[in-house]
């Protein structure tokens, strides 16, 4: 009698710790990781914060982006940058975050 608690007792505690492990419900507030994740863009674009980037490199990531004829550029109060540019022959007002996600205001 005493093996078999014994065994049972054993058995419960070596379970025990996958139990405990569980994987983190999925981010949809907007926030994303301070990680680099190239080819994705926050759904909640554009976030607003201190934005680091430069004219020029606010204007080059459009241009790479594929938007042209840029004018306009400026870096507003909740730290995203916005112009007026053409992207497929197109005028659109572009937005840049600090998360270097770009969109079509």
Do not use: H
Not at 66 to 81: A, H, Q
Request: hydrophobic share 40%.
């Amino acid at each position: 009698m005493k093996t078999i608690c014994l065994a049972g007792i054993a058995l419960a505690l070596a379970a025990a710790p996958a139990f405990s492990q569980s994987n983190p419900p999925a981010a949809k507030s907007g926030d994303t990781p301070a990680i680099a994740t190239p080819g994705e863009q926050n759904p909640a674009a554009p976030v607003q914060g201190e934005n680091s980037f430069t004219e020029d490199q606010a204007k080059n990531r459009m241009v790479d982006a594929g938007y042209s004829d840029i004018t306009d550029l400026k870096l507003d109060d909740t730290g995203v940058w916005r112009a007026k540019a053409k992207k497929d022959g197109k005028a659109v007002v572009v937005s840049l975050d600090y998360q270097g996600n770009i969109v079509i205001n």
